[in-house]
């Protein structure tokens, strides 16, 4: 036979108040988790030609580390990002040379 004992805690309680931090903290990092895995999930599209970067690095005899060409992708798609922005702001739909520098 299993007996089941439940305290009620007064709602102005020390100990009431760090339960419900503690439960609210593990929600959080429940949540927190949930978002990760959905951010790894999603991945951009490469926009950079790997073979045509390793080449032209080559070709100036230097060598290109593994990371690179990732962080050339994230790069490229933060000038596209801002140039967009600025095209919206002028009030254009066409994206023009000069709006990527």
Same mark, same amino acid.
């Given at each position: 036979?299993?007996? $089941?004992?439940? &305290?009620? !805690?007064?709602? @102005?309680? $020390? *100990? %009431?108040?760090?339960?419900? !931090?503690?439960?609210? %903290?593990?929600?959080?990092?429940?949540?927190?988790?949930?978002?990760?895995?959905?951010?790894?999930?999603?991945?951009? $599209?490469?926009?950079?030609? =790997?073979?045509?970067?390793? =080449?032209?690095?080559?070709?100036? $005899?230097?060598?290109?580390?593994?990371?690179? *060409? /990732? =962080? *050339?992708? @994230?790069?490229? &798609? =933060?000038? !596209? @990002?801002? %140039?967009? /922005?600025?095209?919206? /702001?002028?009030?254009?739909?066409?994206?023009?040379?000069? *709006?990527? &520098?």
């Amino acid at each position: 036979m299993r007996i $089941e004992v439940r &305290y009620r !805690l007064r709602p @102005d309680s $020390e *100990l %009431a108040f760090k339960t419900n !931090l503690f439960m609210w %903290a593990k929600q959080w990092q429940r949540k927190k988790r949930k978002g990760k895995q959905k951010r790894k999930s999603t991945k951009r $599209e490469v926009l950079v030609v =790997a073979s045509k970067v390793k =080449a032209y690095v080559k070709s100036k $005899e230097m060598m290109t580390s593994s990371d690179a *060409l /990732a =962080a *050339l992708n @994230d790069k490229v &798609y =933060a000038v !596209l @990002d801002k %140039a967009v /922005a600025r095209t919206k /702001a002028n009030r254009r739909r066409t994206c023009k040379q000069f *709006l990527l &520098y």
